[in-house]
């Protein structure tokens, strides 16, 4: 090992005294087990201590080549910024990187030249392609099982779910190892045959006849070196693994799947020194049953050698006594304070109705920005200003965000969405206002901006355009028709280019949605479209009564889309139907282009937003001073949900619950509140 130049340990050293570990931090970095697994709870300084172990092992040990694995880009940006507060530049002898990105160094160390389909759409297009090849497979041998399946439009999205759950658990492998054939262990399983017939297939065309891969989407590269390590022998050493690093650091434990966890396995089974892996398995909240759940810790350390020391971190940094308090009845969980005097605050209120709670929320807004404003987290700077205090609003379905936003813009806030956007700007949303906007009810004054049309032209690829089927000889090479990928991406694919044609020109609008394309003679995409701009002019009278319309429900219901997205499509209509009801178009759209041009205004002047409103998904991993978690009872927040997802709809609110440094707030439904507990 080198050990790093004299300068640079004067500087770690200086960074390094400024922290403390806690004794449960210590107990992890004092210790002498090769392996150590660290359950951990909120902000009880996972990522921080294994940063502190990083720069531990360069200053005391001369580590050379520390790998810190996470399993999200969140999570990798989460290891950087804690590695910051110790060295003032990232050592050149870590490398932060997630589990897909080593396995990609790896394919590309073996010579594959490692083609990457990253493109939404490319993707979606090869989908479309195997779905061709496995009818066409069909009108051979007619098998029947399949019937269903190949009867119906293709959601491309339920497929690439499918897909990418299937890789991580390896499932095309454990159908072979099975030996009772894939028909039967699907139903066994309650996977739906066709989506593995279509897997298989897109399996078999993406490595075509050489059998070597012809492109690598996400997730194709932790499922290939994984594929490798299944099919080595029991005692064969995997060379690529073996003894290339001093000490793998792994953040987001939680989140590991069967893949991952087989090349984590091989790492640390590989002579590459210390193990760290820190996870909170109350955090689990990525979607599909097949990831490592329930007794996860119990698993990881199955996979792991016999003397792995299990540490636990319970003493929180992030907030003091009143929050551990209320949330350890909550979760069933033994949150301490660090700072037990730290000033932090919880309330719990109750609302009658969403109304309420949206009121209740503007309440709290007030009193935040009566607070102080957040002193930046470096030393002030010429151009580096305080924040004005911002109350962060987390929420589990982007539809409720709908009446909030309405409330919120109407009282002057200026808010932010993040994980979402905001609802106008949503695909199904987008494409009714525009609809709206066309009909022959509506004025022509009412002018929707391009970004809204935009959206609405992906809605209408989404929900109306049927694709172009693709060439069935070529696929009948038994390889995909990479070629195709460039030839067929219609120009009408290119949303923004075809917004700005439609700004203001309502007969070109009218003729678009109907045949989503700007040639006159392409045949009706879309007989509901139609239909919907042929109403007379009284049904714009009321917006409300329109976004319920059977023609717009019928839209979404015939979309090629999956039951969860035709779900969330609806819940978003009912919310959109609720701030418009009573409204006429005209009306509704003349207010929503004033809120429209507000937040153009506030985003133009550089205002800051003095609200947030935040996915789960979103707010993983950081830290917020001000958190309200609105809209929670029981069946909404936590959804209800079958066994293991009970269990993940558990975890979204214990992410949410966990973000605050200061000031928490829950609104609970007067009806089912979820308090006192446990969730
Ligand atoms: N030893 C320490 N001394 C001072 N502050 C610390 C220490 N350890 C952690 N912290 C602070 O506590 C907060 C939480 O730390 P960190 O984000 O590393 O925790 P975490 O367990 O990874 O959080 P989460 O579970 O929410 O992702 C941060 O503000 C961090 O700077």
Redo the contacts with the bound molecule.
């Keep these: 090992m080198t050990s790093p130049p004299p300068h640079h340990a004067v500087l770690q050293d200086a960074h390094f005294k400024k922290?403390?570990?806690?004794l449960e931090?210590n107990a992890v970095l004092n210790t002498t087990a090769r392996a150590v697994l660290v359950n951990?709870l909120?902000?009880?300084?996972?990522?921080?201590t294994l940063a502190i172990k990083a720069a531990d092992l360069i200053r005391t040990q001369g580590a050379s080549r520390i790998l810190m694995l996470a399993y999200s880009e969140a999570g990798l940006a989460?290891i950087a910024q804690?590695l910051e507060?110790f060295v003032p530049t990232i050592p050149r002898q870590v490398q932060i990187m997630t589990v897909e990105q080593l396995c990609s160094t790896v394919l590309k160390e073996q010579g594959d030249p490692l083609v990457r389909v990253t493109e939404p759409l490319h993707k979606s297009l090869l989908v479309r392609q195997a779905h061709a090849a496995l009818l066409q497979d069909h009108v051979l041998d007619k098998a029947s099982e399949t019937d269903d399946f190949l009867s119906r439009d293709l959601d491309v999205q339920a497929f690439i779910d499918f897909e990418a759950q299937a890789k991580q658990r390896l499932l095309l492998r454990a159908i072979d190892q099975s030996g009772v054939g894939a028909l039967p262990y699907c139903r066994e399983h309650q996977l739906d045959y066709g989506l593995y017939q279509l897997l298989a297939k897109y399996e078999r065309l993406r490595r075509g006849l050489s059998n070597e891969p012809l492109f690598y989407a996400p997730g194709d590269c932790t499922y290939e070196v994984a594929t490798q390590l299944g099919e080595l022998d029991f005692d064969d050493a995997y060379a690529p693994l073996q003894g290339r690093f001093d000490a793998v650091l792994f953040d987001e434990l939680q989140d590991l799947d069967e893949a991952a966890m087989r090349v984590l396995r091989t790492l640390v089974q590989g002579g590459n020194g210390l193990f760290v892996g820190a996870g909170?398995f109350n955090?689990h909240i990525l979607p599909g049953a097949f990831s490592v759940f329930g007794d996860s810790l119990a698993r990881i350390r199955q996979e792991l050698p016999a003397d792995t020391q299990v540490v636990a971190l319970n003493t929180t940094?992030?907030f003091g006594n009143a929050i551990c308090q209320g949330l350890n009845p909550l979760f069933g969980v033994e949150f301490a304070a660090h700072y037990p005097t730290k000033a932090s605050a919880f309330e719990q209120r109750r609302y009658t109705d969403d109304e309420d709670c949206a009121r209740q929320l503007l309440a709290i807004h007030d009193t935040v920005l009566q607070q102080l404003p957040q002193r930046p987290q470096q030393p002030q700077s010429p151009g580096s200003h305080t924040h004005p205090p911002c109350l962060n609003v987390v929420l589990r379905s982007p539809e409720d965000s709908i009446l909030l936003e309405w409330m919120f813009a109407h009282e002057g806030v200026h808010y932010a969405c993040k994980g979402m956007k905001r609802f106008y700007q949503r695909r199904e949303i987008a494409l009714v206002l525009a609809i709206m906007g066309a009909m022959q009810g509506c004025s022509d004054g009412v002018r929707l901006t391009q970004g809204i049309l935009s959206s609405a032209m992906e809605g209408l690829l989404r929900y109306v355009r049927r694709g172009s089927q693709p060439d069935q000889d070529v696929l009948a090479n038994g390889a995909f028709d990479m070629q195709a990928l460039v030839e067929d991406s219609p120009a009408e694919v290119d949303t923004r280019v075809v917004a700005a044609e439609l700004i203001g020109k309502r007969d070109l609008m009218r003729r678009f949605l109907v045949r989503a394309s700007f040639n006159p003679q392409a045949p009706v995409a879309s007989p509901l479209c139609e239909q919907l701009l042929a109403l007379p002019p009284e049904a714009c009278a009321d917006a409300g009564l329109l976004c319920a319309h059977p023609l717009v429900l019928q839209l979404f219901a015939q979309a090629p889309i999956s039951p969860d997205e035709l779900r969330y499509c609806r819940d978003s209509l009912a919310a959109l139907a609720r701030i418009c009801a009573g409204l006429s178009v005209d009306e509704f759209l003349g207010r929503l282009a004033l809120m429209v041009q507000a937040s153009i205004h506030q985003h133009s002047q550089q205002e800051a937003s003095s609200l947030q409103l935040l996915t789960v998904e979103r707010c993983k991993?950081h830290?917020y001073e001000y958190v309200a978690v609105p809209l929670v009872e029981r069946g909404r927040f936590p959804r209800s949900a079958a066994r293991q997802d009970a269990y993940r709809e558990r975890n979204m609110l214990y992410v949410a619950m966990?973000r605050a440094s200061k000031r928490l707030w829950l609104l609970e439904g007067s009806q089912r509140p979820v308090s006192p507990g446990p969730v």
């Design positions: 922290r403390y570990p806690t931090q951990a909120a902000g009880t300084g996972k990522t921080t989460a804690r507060k909170d955090q940094y992030r991993g830290e966990t």
